[in-house]
Structures are given as C-alpha cells and as structure tokens.
C-alpha cells in the first residue's frame, strides 16, 4: 500500500512523498485561483471549484476564500453553503451532505499529528474521516476535529470545538461542543 492510499484509510503515511505533496500545491494553486477570481465570475468559479473538488456539481456556492490540502477527499451534496474564510484538511474523506450551511471562519480538520516529537518531525501524519449528514447549520468559527460525524438536521452554534460525534436533530453548542437540546420534527 502506498503512501497515497494509507492517507486516505486513515493510516499513518509519510506526508512529505513527491506525490503527496505535488497534490497539495495543485490543490492550492486551484483555491488561489478561485480566491482570487472576481466575485462577479461565477462560471469562472464555480468550473475551478470542480476542478478542485472533482465534481460536475452546479449547485456549489462557496465564498472566497476557501482552502483546503487536497480537495479531491471533499465529497459535497446538493446545495451546500460555504461562506468565507473556510479551511478543510482533507487528508482523509470529508463528506458534506445536501443542503448544509456552513458559516464563516469554519475549521474542518481530519488530519493529526503523532504526540512523539520525533514521528512529528519524521512528517509521520494520520487522518480520520469527519461527515456532516443532511441539513445541517454550522455556525461562524466552528472547529470539527477528526473522526466526527455530525448528525443530519443538526446545528452547531457559533464558536463550538465539536470533538464527538452530535446526534442527528440536536442543537450543540461550546468547548467541548455538547448537546443542550433536540430539534423536535
């Protein structure tokens, strides 16, 4: 298995192989283009934004400026909302689900770095996949840490470090994000 498809399975990998890291600098050169397209070219963005993502989606609307490490490990629903200033660390899968709002100043981390000094320093890196079901409202400077799966009808209040799973329907909310109530359909 090589490096490429340990990153993905959430395995520890080597971040710093050529390959890896030729992927993160096309990803980035996509997000600067698309950063610095002007707003009113939204053709011009949105064919980047599929570039990026690779996709053939119409329905993307995110606001500049976005980034990301890979964007090939986003998969994004119908409808999704992104406002400015997201960043997403796609090392592993990051599946946003349809009709999402996801608010400005928005940290989605799937990647995490060993605790020994020394496999940090060897670029030694590990991922778990995070995903935000359904209809779901992310407010302004959320943190989603790896491995969580926000469940769908779901919002997050503004500023919250989601470091667990959320049931579907709940509103949560603080650092240690955490459910105060459930939406009742």
């Not at 890291?21 to 950063?35: P, S, V, Y």
């Not at 909310?173 to 955490?178: E, F, S």
Request: with cysteine; aromatic share 8%; charged share 20%.
């Amino acid at each position: 298995m090589n490096e490429k498809e340990k990153m993905i399975q959430g395995l520890p990998y080597d971040a710093g192989i050529p390959e890896l890291c030729k992927d993160r600098d096309d990803a980035k050169d996509l997000c600067f283009t698309f950063n610095h397209t002007l707003p009113s070219k939204r053709d011009q963005q949105l064919q980047t934004l599929q570039a990026l993502f690779h996709t053939t989606s119409t329905t993307l609307s995110i606001e500049a400026p976005f980034y990301c490490d890979y964007g090939y490990n986003i998969e994004l629903g119908e409808s999704v909302f992104i406002n400015h200033h997201c960043t997403i660390l796609d090392c592993c899968k990051v599946k946003i689900g349809n009709h999402v709002f996801i608010g400005p100043n928005v940290g989605i981390y799937t990647a995490y770095h060993p605790i020994m000094a020394e496999e940090r320093n060897a670029l030694i890196e590990q991922a778990s996949p995070i995903t935000i079901e359904d209809n779901c409202w992310l407010g302004g400077n959320v943190i989603i840490l790896p491995g969580i799966t926000i469940g769908k009808g779901s919002v997050i209040g503004s500023g919250s470090v989601v470091t667990r799973d959320i049931p579907e329907n709940s509103i949560a909310v603080g650092n240690p994000c955490r459910v105060i109530k459930q939406i009742q359909q």
